[in-house]
């Protein structure tokens, strides 16, 4: 049974960055895909990309392309995501999920506890 | 990128009752590659359905998913009252993977 858990909550400035944390336990981590999604207040979901830790090649939503590094650690079972140069509009709670295609996005199960993020002066 | 538009809004019914969601997709969905997940406040999504009509381990057979190309059901036989949440629809059969804006399911 895969379980994902993630880092706490963050506040940061704009114009500064922030590293999420994804740990899982349970399967094989290298050979499963980790995607991060994110969900703004009271809005839905959106995916920003995700990585085979086997490989280390992410993959990225066009619109994240240039701010966010998705990276694992295959010696901790941990998935990370930076995003760079916050702005007020990437508050939002921040989701590690495993995806379920063998290559290309799938349907995600199970999903980590999520993490908000809020971006403040 | 494929969107989704989900309907109504939201659906107001009572415990016993039937629940019929909608998805309706931009484009055709290759391979009806689409999931279903549930989300109740302060949680995250939970997976329901994929590939359109295949139930998630542990998800109860009152949950049913239906429909191809750019039409696509969520049924819920019998409500019970833990099933009042928001469900949501997305689409893997395409990059990026999409979601709908999502259906509020709320006690009438």
């Known amino acids: 049974q895969v379980q994902l858990v993630q880092s706490g909550a963050e506040v940061k400035k704009p114009g500064s960055s922030v590293r999420v944390s994804c740990k899982a336990s349970g399967g094989t981590f290298s050979s499963y895909t980790i995607s991060w999604l994110r969900q703004a207040p009271g809005q839905g979901l959106e995916w920003m990309g995700g990585i085979i830790p086997m490989f280390g090649i992410p993959n990225y939503a066009q619109k994240f392309q240039a701010r966010v590094t998705i990276t694992a650690d295959k010696s901790t079972n941990t998935a990370y995501m930076d995003l760079s140069s916050l702005r007020f509009e990437d508050t939002a709670v921040y989701y590690c999920a495993r995806d379920m295609a063998a290559a290309g996005p799938g349907w995600f199960d199970p999903w980590g506890q999520g993490t908000l993020v809020t971006v403040s002066s | 990128e494929i969107v989704l538009t989900q309907s109504p809004g939201t659906l107001s019914l009572s415990p016993g009752e039937r629940a019929t969601l909608s998805c309706g997709a931009s484009?055709?969905?290759?391979?009806?590659?689409l999931a279903w997940y549930q989300q109740k406040p302060g949680q995250a999504p939970r997976l329901l359905i994929y590939?359109?009509?295949r139930r998630a381990p542990g998800i109860p057979d009152r949950f049913s998913g239906s429909g191809s190309g750019t039409d696509f059901t969520l049924t819920i036989s019998r409500l019970e009252p833990e099933d009042f949440a928001v469900f949501y629809c997305?689409?893997?059969?395409?990059?990026?993977?999409?979601f709908g804006q999502g259906t509020r399911l709320e006690i009438k």
């Open positions: 590939g359109a009509s």
């Open positions: 484009q055709s969905v290759r391979s009806s590659y």
């Open positions: 997305q689409q893997y059969g395409s990059s990026p993977p999409t």
